[in-house]
């Protein structure tokens, strides 16, 4: 067979492949009528989840399932919305992946359960609660809600989340906020770094915690807190010029500080065991 | 209208039957409106459960004697006026909950021994290769934590790695922290520090029961 003919046979070969991959995904739009503050619950072993916020009072879900290996089963009861990825036998990763692409009304709440596959939402004013293994979790431009993500080892962003009450507890993977602020931002980690970067609001209260991760938290001169940071057997590193203030336990050098910085209207810990901890002006 | 009227009544309130009298105390009682919650919550799973296989007889008479054994209940012999006295039927919804919580311990129990039986079963070479090469591995566990990443194994292969894993690093987290809460035990901070590394535990747990339910 000369290479004209082979390069035919390949291309013909790679057409047939392509129409049969083709032929077994499925693309499935499921439209449904909601009230106010509408509960949308998803539950996908494999493959992405991304919300973002719909037009009306309608959610509209639309699935592409890669194989019939996996069905899509949904209910409706008022105003919640149930979606669960059924996996059928001999599904496996691959055969067994649905893709989501969801559109809610702002005002709903979300609840988003995965094992890979990224979990994006963006832009919702609902409460939203994210359980992924392995999976990213990027989470932006959110006002008023109330924030869950717990996660195995996938890293999490979140991203200008105003007035919001933020609870995220990681495994492994790293948790990067950027404008993050609010009531309550609370973060527990094991073994992940934890960033932040903002100003920490203004009245609020922020816990970092995590076992051998990393914290960095960066805040600008204007940041007004009152912190606290201790590694037990980790690096303490701060930036900020600190009022000294009374502690009920001994502060020692190098592995603790706290003080307060200009008004002190939020409350600021970062613990860790044995991460590094440096609170950075900038 | 008293707490103790209120929750005779809760039955035909949970029927519907309500009137503006029940209303006010609810709004006024933090306690009868958490009892209420509680029983709305009971209602809205009780479907789910019965939807769910029914166990087999042996699972419910070890149900049984737990809550026998915690005292939960008494036989009618021992205790007869509980068989006279007329009470609300409500008042056994509450024990849905501790029913349930002992339903999933059994079940992991029961799983761990389904998994067991069928390992020795059907592969006992594999078995005893195994046992020899995580023996190590799973000696650094407790009971606990041996059932629970064998049912993951059992349900998910893949997904065992990740999850022994991060029971090792969480153990390790809770050993610091209580290292960190003992030395110093008027620590407040330690003391949550502690907690947040319980929370990682309980964390995982709940995933994967979440997962593999």
Not at chain 1, 12 to 40: D, N, P, S
Not at chain 2, 73 to 96: F, G, T, Y
């Amino acid at each position: 067979m000369d290479s004209k003919s082979r390069n035919a046979t390949l291309i013909i070969g790679l057409t047939i492949a392509g129409m049969i991959c083709a032929q077994a995904e499925t693309r499935k739009e499921m439209h449904f009528k909601v009230g106010r503050h509408a509960t949308v619950s998803i539950t996908n072993q494999y493959g992405p989840i991304s919300v973002r916020p719909a037009v009306g009072r309608e959610v509209v879900v639309t699935a592409v399932l890669s194989s019939d290996k996996v069905e899509v089963d949904q209910s409706q009861r008022g105003s919640r919305v149930d979606i669960f990825s059924h996996l059928l036998a001999n599904a496996d990763a691959t055969s067994g992946q649905v893709s989501y692409e969801v559109a809610v009304p702002a005002d709903a709440s979300i609840v988003l359960h995965a094992s890979s596959g990224q979990l994006r939402a963006e832009k919702m004013r609902g409460d939203v609660d994210f359980e992924e293994a392995t999976g990213d979790v990027d989470l932006r431009d959110f006002n008023g809600a109330h924030v869950h993500i717990k996660t195995l080892d996938g890293p999490v962003t979140l991203t200008n989340i105003q007035d919001g009450y933020v609870e995220v507890t990681s495994m492994g993977g790293d948790v990067m906020m950027n404008a993050v602020n609010g009531p309550m931002v609370q973060v527990n980690s094991v073994s992940g770094k934890i960033m932040y970067d903002g100003d920490f609001g203004a009245g609020g209260e922020y816990v970092l915690t995590s076992h051998t991760g990393d914290i960095e938290a960066q805040a600008p001169a204007y940041a007004s807190i009152d912190v606290f940071a201790r590694s037990v057997t980790g690096l303490v590193v701060n930036d900020f010029t600190l009022e000294p203030e009374h502690t009920p336990f001994a502060i020692k050098a190098g592995s603790a500080f706290a003080g307060t910085v200009n008004k002190a209207a939020s409350k600021v810990k970062l613990l860790s065991f044995s991460g590094k901890i440096h609170l950075k002006k900038r | 209208m008293t707490c103790e009227q209120f929750q005779e009544l809760l039955p035909e309130i949970g029927g519907g039957n309500r009137n503006p009298e029940y209303e006010t105390h609810l709004r006024s009682c933090q306690e009868c409106w958490g009892l209420v919650s509680d029983l709305n919550a009971i209602s809205r799973q009780a479907p789910l459960l019965q939807a769910s296989e029914e166990p087999g007889p042996q699972l419910w008479n070890a149900i049984e004697s737990a809550l026998r054994d915690e005292g939960l209940i008494h036989s009618a012999r021992q205790q007869p006026v509980l068989v006279l006295k007329r009470e609300p039927r409500w008042n056994l919804a509450w024990m849905l909950p501790a029913a349930a919580s002992v339903l999933i311990v059994l079940g992991v129990l029961n799983y761990q021994g389904k998994i067991h039986s069928i390992s020795t079963e059907s592969a006992p070479a594999l078995t005893t290769q195994s046992a020899s090469v995580q023996g190590p591995v799973m000696a650094a566990f407790s009971v606990e934590d041996q059932k629970f990443l064998t049912a993951i194994a059992f349900r998910s292969p893949t997904l065992r790695a990740k999850y022994e894993r991060g029971l090792r690093d969480v153990n390790a987290y809770i050993r610091d922290a209580q290292q960190s809460a003992l030395s110093d035990p008027n620590d407040e901070e330690a003391q949550r520090y502690l907690m947040s590394a319980y929370d990682q535990k309980a964390m995982l747990y709940q995933m994967a029961l979440d997962r593999f339910q």
